[in-house]
């Protein structure tokens, strides 16, 4: 599955309506992450490739997305986002968890493990 850009719009639609809703309701199917990034962001541009190959990982059951903190600078101010790659993991049933900077793979693994509790499908494989 691609990793999905999200507008104002579609994030109020598959993640929280911010607008109608003061407490916290997620709206996906699966746990999400949504790495808020930018263009220009050299630390970003590292954190892409480790998050595409997450979303085949963990295909069907973690939903992978970005934010354009540029494009999209409503949502960034509702997370209070002030350094680039900021990165919300968001639990089926919980509060959402803000990562600050690149994460290498196996802390996102590790994260997704404690947060989501969710196992990688092929973690016999050691390749990092």
């Not at 579609?10 to 790495?35: H, L, M, Q, R, V």
Request: hydrophobic share 35%; aromatic share 10%.
């Amino acid at each position: 599955m691609a990793i999905e850009h999200l507008t104002k719009e579609t994030f109020k639609e598959k993640i929280f309506d911010y607008e109608k809703n003061k407490d916290w309701a997620y709206k996906g199917e699966n746990p999400c992450i949504i790495d808020f990034y930018a263009k220009w962001c050299g630390p970003c541009k590292i954190v892409a490739p480790i998050l595409e190959e997450l979303s085949e990982e963990y295909c069907c059951k973690v939903d992978i997305y970005k934010v354009n903190t540029e494009e999209e600078q409503e949502l960034a101010a509702i997370f209070g986002i002030s350094s680039i790659p900021s990165v919300l993991f968001v639990p089926k049933n919980d509060k959402p968890q803000m990562s600050m900077g690149a994460l290498p793979k196996d802390t996102f693994r590790q994260l997704i493990k404690e947060i989501f509790g969710l196992e990688n499908q092929d973690k016999g494989r050691a390749d990092g």
